[in-house]
């Protein structure tokens, strides 16, 4: 299971928000290459990248930072999300050296979207579904949809997407411990892989999920939990690799 350490980009600096709110944020350095740097010497094998502002705006503000940590790291793969609105910004961040586009919003607001990018980028695209109560979240989390959560991502499994990220937003940066039975339950659903994401605060969320990484849980996101030092990444890796 790969443990993908997440940095949260807002205004060109690496932040940490609670519950998707812009105005709840916690600066964690005012230079994201150094984080990242940081996490590929502890032994990151993939990092998360976010665009917040992007998510907000619905297309790129962060893209520069995000292509020098792509150039600067080119064996790590990179996943990048937030603001992926069209094919020309997927095309843009392929070309900077990003191994994975996550799609989001839009991914529920136009499903065909994701249709016809997994058709002109296959290999590349990853679908984010965040949700609450099985309930799948858009806009930055500020509005719930009526689609439930396991029927989009089987209908993205048939698209040809490569992985699910799973965010269960009732948790997210609020260090309450991953939803494991619902990330679990969804796993099950489908066969391609999830990426766990949300609230994962310990090493215990990070045993309960590899408990049921047999699932198709082929991951997990971790946060604020790795900036404020509940989780050490060399510590956690050594866990993940049974040593």
């Avoid at 048939?158 to 411990?177: F, P």
Wanted: one cysteine or more; proline letters at 3%.
């Amino acid at each position: 299971m790969l443990l993908i350490p997440a940095i949260d980009l807002k205004d060109g600096k690496c932040v940490r928000l609670r519950q998707g709110r812009m105005e709840d944020e916690t600066i964690f350095a005012d230079d994201p290459m150094e984080m990242a740097q940081r996490w590929v010497d502890a032994g990151a094998r993939r990092l998360h990248l976010v665009d917040l502002n992007g998510a907000f705006a619905g297309r790129p503000v962060n893209a520069d930072v995000i292509r020098r940590i792509a150039v600067a790291f080119p064996d790590v793969p990179i996943q990048v999300g937030g603001g992926i609105r069209d094919e020309d910004t997927v095309q843009l961040y392929l070309d900077a050296g990003v191994q994975y586009v996550i799609i989001g919003t839009k991914a529920v607001s136009a499903p065909h979207f994701v249709n016809d990018l997994c058709l002109e980028f296959p290999g590349h695209i990853i679908v984010g579904l965040d949700a609450k109560e099985g309930k799948v979240a858009i806009d930055g989390w500020s509005k719930l949809s009526n689609h439930d959560v396991i029927d989009l991502a089987q209908r993205f499994e048939r698209d040809g997407v490569e992985a699910i990220v799973y965010t269960d937003i009732s948790r997210d940066g609020m260090m309450e411990g991953v939803n494991v039975e619902a990330t679990a339950r969804l796993a099950g659903e489908i066969s391609i892989p999830v990426i766990a994401s949300g609230g994962i605060s310990s090493v215990d969320d990070i045993k309960a999920l590899l408990a049921v990484a047999d699932e198709g849980i082929m991951g997990a996101i971790i946060g604020r939990a790795l900036y404020e030092g509940s989780i050490d990444l060399v510590e956690a890796q050594k866990l993940v690799n049974g040593e």
